[in-house]
């Protein structure tokens, strides 16, 4: 029973967010990992942790709550949560994924799952008409991000979920960039939304989670049989931490929105940016897709600098802003696609999607937003060539 309607609410009472035994505001860390019986086939609802666990439940119980499904699962990583989604397939099956994805999310595609026998097929997601034309016989699923992961490239949610609807196939959204503050895949019609809960969800870079949602019962079977048959469960510990992180999301949203939205005006208006990909700035492509969509355009930017500047010594003069893998943090960090995140994707892949050596992506944090961005200008100014 919910005596709230709105999300900033729901993040911070949503799911089971007390200790009915003590009435504790916050739901205890069960670091077990049995539970006694009382006789044979008698027990509370608990068995063993790897099944269920009460403070795993609780966030399962909170995150299907935001994004509006059925049930919520988690996992040890986003790439354990990805993994066990992916699982729901078999061999000689197809997968469409987008041409820009998570770089680990290709990887395990291309180098766990295609051993298998479960193929892949990269399309341009942004145009519903490759989406359409993209889907062949075998096509199963459709795993999207959006915005896509490093260029910020929309895809419409709405529209490739109809489409998938239409020929009987999984739609899958890979929400993290956004989080259920900022965009809700399911009530767009998805099937599946998951999470790299590693990012905003946790939101202070200390812990590796994953979260999936499935929009009905059948699949939530299907999911909670695949999470404790293979096993990549999210720990007590690390399920308190999230849940701690989840309730503070919507006021960490609003401050990395509107540092990212100053950072991205500033980097628009610099003489040393050739390029920004950013779906918030109402002149890009994804713009209006987006806003149809999602209550903004997050805080994770992108952007090129000029030939005549070095981005080893950008990254290099950063002061403030952290060189780091991840995201969503409430701490500033740059990363160099090309090398880092998206460097299993093979050159000629990253090349045709436009994953350049001068690409520099941006997780805007919390921080004052004039430090960042003085940070930023006197890091582009030391890495002119002269
Ligand atoms: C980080 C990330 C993942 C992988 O999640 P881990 O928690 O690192 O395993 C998947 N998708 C996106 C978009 C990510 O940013």
Not at 77 to 106: H, P, Q, R
Not at 215 to 230: G, P, Y
């Amino acid at each position: 029973m919910a005596y709230y309607e709105n999300i900033e609410s729901a993040l911070i009472h949503g799911g089971i967010s007390t200790d009915p035994a003590t009435g504790a505001v916050n739901v205890p860390i069960y670091q077990t990992s049995t539970y006694q019986q009382q006789g044979l086939g008698e027990n509370a609802g608990w068995e063993y942790s790897r099944t269920g666990n009460p403070t795993r439940a609780a966030l399962e119980a909170l995150i299907a709550e935001l994004e509006g499904g059925a049930a919520g699962f988690a996992f040890a990583s986003g790439m354990a949560a990805i993994t066990a989604v992916l699982s729901l397939l078999k061999s000689g099956d197809e997968v469409i994924i987008s041409s820009n994805v998570y770089g680990g999310t290709f990887r395990v595609l291309d180098k766990v799952f295609l051993p298998f026998g479960l193929k892949y097929k990269i399309v341009d997601t942004s145009d519903l008409a490759q989406v359409e034309e993209g889907i062949g016989t075998q096509t199963r699923a459709i795993l999207i991000e959006s915005p896509a992961n490093p260029l910020l490239t929309v895809t419409d949610l709405a529209g490739v979920s109809a489409i998938a609807r239409k020929h009987g196939i999984l739609s899958i959204v890979d929400n993290t960039f956004m989080t259920p503050y900022l965009q809700r895949p399911l009530e767009l019609g998805a099937d599946i939304v998951l999470h790299s809960a590693t990012k905003y969800l946790g939101g202070h870079s200390d812990l590796v989670a994953g979260l999936v949602v499935v929009k009905d019962e059948a699949l939530a079977k299907r999911l909670a049989f695949l999470q404790n048959a293979t096993g990549g469960v999210l720990g007590p510990f690390d399920s308190f931490l999230l849940i701690r992180g989840i309730k503070t999301l919507a006021v960490r949203m609003d401050r990395h929105v509107e540092n990212a939205e100053k950072a991205a005006r500033f980097l628009q208006a610099h003489p040393a940016v050739k390029h920004i990909y950013y779906p918030g700035l109402p002149n890009s492509e994804g713009y209006a897709i987006n806003r149809r969509q999602a209550r903004n355009g997050g805080a994770m930017i992108s952007f090129e600098l000029y030939e005549n500047y070095d981005i080893r010594a950008f990254f290099k003069a950063l002061r403030l802003i952290a060189l780091a893998e991840s995201l969503g943090g409430v701490e500033s960090l740059v990363c160099h696609p090309a090398t880092m995140t998206h460097a299993s994707i093979p050159k000629e892949i990253r090349d045709q999607v436009g994953i350049t050596e001068g690409l520099i992506r941006l997780s805007v944090g919390i921080e004052n937003s004039d430090d960042l961005l003085a940070d930023l200008e006197q890091a582009i100014a030391k890495g002119e060539r002269k």
